[in-house]
């Protein structure tokens, strides 16, 4: 079983990503970066000021994790990622907080099980889906990876899911809304 990873658009903080256009590559590819990238560190802003609570994940074309998600990852044994440091700066106060990495999945697996999913197709070979399957046997048990079909979608392995509630069991995680694949 896998779940749509994703951050809550609700979350009282918004983080904004930096609108950066790399020449032969992005982060939504699913491949393996250079290891260092002259955009270090990733400069993301926040409407919070000091004393508010950050959201741990924002979905992006840039994504962002904290260092303490991006630890539960880790010890989930997720594999498919590669990070970059990130910094997320207040409009309103100056404050900085440092504990981010902007995240790279090097993963991308085509397994969108488009008969029993709903979608759009919005062009040739990419959609936009209001209700994903995905055929679990093409994943090779993957624990996280970027949906060929639809790139910006990011999949977790039941697995890492569980793992992160074990290892959180008073639930300190913020901004995060896991989504139920079929």
């Known amino acids: ?48 000021k000091s004393g ?14 904290s260092d303490k998600l991006l630890s539960l990852f880790r010890g989930a044994g997720v594999d498919s990622i590669q990070t970059y440091r990130a910094e997320v700066a207040s409009r309103f106060d100056g ?45 090779g048990g993957s624990l996280m990876f970027r949906l060929e079909e639809s790139p910006g979608v990011i999949l977790i392995h039941k697995s890492v899911g569980k793992y992160i509630g074990e290892n959180d069991p008073a639930k300190t995680l913020r901004g995060i809304r896991p989504v139920r694949v079929l």
């Not at 609570?53 to 994504?63: A, E, K, V, Y």
């Not at 062009?123 to 046997?137: A, H, K, N, R, T």
Request: charged share 20%; proline share 6%; hydrophobic share 35%.
């Open 95 to 139: 404050t900085v907080w440092k504990n981010y990495s902007a995240l790279n999945i090097t993963e991308m697996i085509s397994c969108a099980d488009l008969s029993r999913s709903v979608y759009r197709e919005l062009f040739p070979g990419y959609y936009e889906f209001d209700s994903l399957s995905i055929d679990v046997s093409k994943t």
């Open 1 to 48: 079983m896998y779940f749509i990873f994703t951050h809550d658009k609700d979350y009282e903080f918004s983080i904004t990503t930096p609108q950066i256009a790399f020449e032969g590559f992005s982060f939504m590819d699913g491949i393996r970066l250079p290891d260092s990238l002259s955009e270090e560190p990733f400069q993301y802003a926040t409407g919070a």
């Open 52 to 65: 508010d609570s950050l959201p741990d994940f924002r979905d992006s074309n840039i994504p962002l994790v």
